[in-house]
């Protein structure tokens, strides 16, 4: 699973769900129910703390990957918790290396299709998450 350190990258439009993924990951690490995960699109980044920490970054209003600097947006990533990013294209491409890629696509009104790319070393064993978890639903499931 996630562990300190983790980065997540989550793509998907606007009301696709990276939110509501965000609120699952964050019961998943010990995150009080009485800290409500809401979208940091104003604050950018958003802190829980729990077993795991989690930094919730929005980086949709970011312009120029400079204003990660000047907001603490890396010094986040140096406390060892998880961060989960929406938005990751605002980043520079050489950021995050080792990574979860999450695409959450539309599949209806109430359905969405949900993709995983795994990016590096640290994520090569949660490929066997489907197994343990009985995914029921189609689970696309590719390493980089």
């Given at each position: 699973m996630a562990k300190p350190g983790s980065v997540i990258e989550l793509t998907g439009d606007l009301g696709a769900g990276k939110t509501c993924f965000v609120q699952?990951?964050?019961?998943?690490?010990?995150?009080?129910?009485?800290?409500?995960?809401?979208?940091p699109t104003y604050a950018i980044i958003n802190e829980y703390p729990g077993r795991i920490d989690l930094f919730h970054a929005d980086l949709y209003r970011i312009n120029d990957p400079f204003e990660l600097e000047t907001i603490g947006f890396y010094e986040n990533y140096e406390k060892k918790g998880v961060m989960a990013i929406e938005w990751p294209d605002r980043l520079e491409k050489t950021d995050f290396d080792d990574h979860l890629h999450v695409v959450i696509q539309s599949a209806g009104e109430n359905s969405r299709e949900i993709n995983f790319f795994f990016n590096g070393q640290k994520w090569e064993n949660l490929v066997l998450i489907p197994v343990k978890y009985k995914i029921k639903k189609r689970l696309n499931v590719q390493q980089r």
């Open positions: 699952g990951l964050a019961q998943g690490l010990g995150i009080p129910d009485d800290c409500y995960i809401t979208s």
